[in-house]
């Protein structure tokens, strides 16, 4: 009677343990449009403020993001912020040292997105009508369909990097950079691959929830560091 009972008792706990294992959710896919998700930039411009007679250097802490929703011709999108902190020095004619002056902060309505599978859609701030963002549905020797993308970029490599529990997809272009799945181009959101002649502002992490990563092609300094600015 005991070897019976103690037959059932482990045919229930083997059932009981296949049930489990079958509600977990193994689909771990990150999209791009998603409030869990920001992307982090920073650099630095340099200008010739002749107001003054100095050289002004403005170092960019720009954070995009997600929050909210809102219907543009019947149709629903996420609308993405950005919120910027902007640190200004100056260099006087006298000193060789930059002299700190300012600090401000502003945040900004930046465009409607949203996503149909592999397909992202977004709409400029003060604009009614839609263009495609990008197709994440690319595979080797594909042209990148991406708004940004003028010279017909084709991927020549594609990799995977990790992200928490989940991989993301990193194609390799023909022009030596690179595209992320659900993050996009290494150098920022919306931006090609050229380099600003008086600086800029590029790429350098991205979280989705907790879990985040950095993009080592960008220019500005490289880790896993994603400050709230």
């Known amino acids: ?12 706990l083997f059932n009981c343990t296949n049930d489990d294992s079958d509600s977990i959710d193994t689909n771990n896919s990150i999209e791009m449009v998603s409030e869990f998700n920001k992307w982090y930039h920073r650099g630095e411009y340099e200008y010739f403020n002749g107001a003054t007679a100095t050289i002004e250097s403005t170092k960019i802490y720009l954070t995009y993001f997600f929050d909210g929703d809102t219907l543009i011709n019947n149709v629903e999108y996420k609308k993405m912020y950005t919120n910027q902190l902007d640190s200004i020095f100056h260099l006087p004619s006298s000193s060789s040292a930059y002299q700190f002056i300012s600090t401000s902060t502003s945040l900004n309505y930046r465009c409607a997105m949203r996503q149909d599978a592999s397909m992202v859609y977004f709409v400029n701030k003060n604009q009614n009508n839609e263009e495609l963002y990008a197709d994440f549905n690319i595979t080797l020797g594909d042209v990148l369909n991406y708004k940004w993308s003028s010279n017909n970029e084709v991927v020549t490599e594609i990799d995977s990097i990790p992200i928490g529990s989940s991989y993301l997809k990193k194609y390799k272009l023909s022009n030596d950079q690179y595209f992320y799945e659900a993050i996009g181009a290494s150098y920022g959101l919306f931006k090609d691959w050229s380099i ?11 979280r989705h929830s907790n879990d985040k990563i950095s993009v080592d092609e960008s220019l500005s300094p490289t880790n896993n560091y994603c400050p709230e600015y």
């Open 196 to 206: 600003g002649f008086e600086g800029g502002h590029y790429l350098n992490c991205f």
């Open 1 to 12: 009677m005991k070897k019976i009972l103690l037959l059932i008792a482990t045919v229930i």
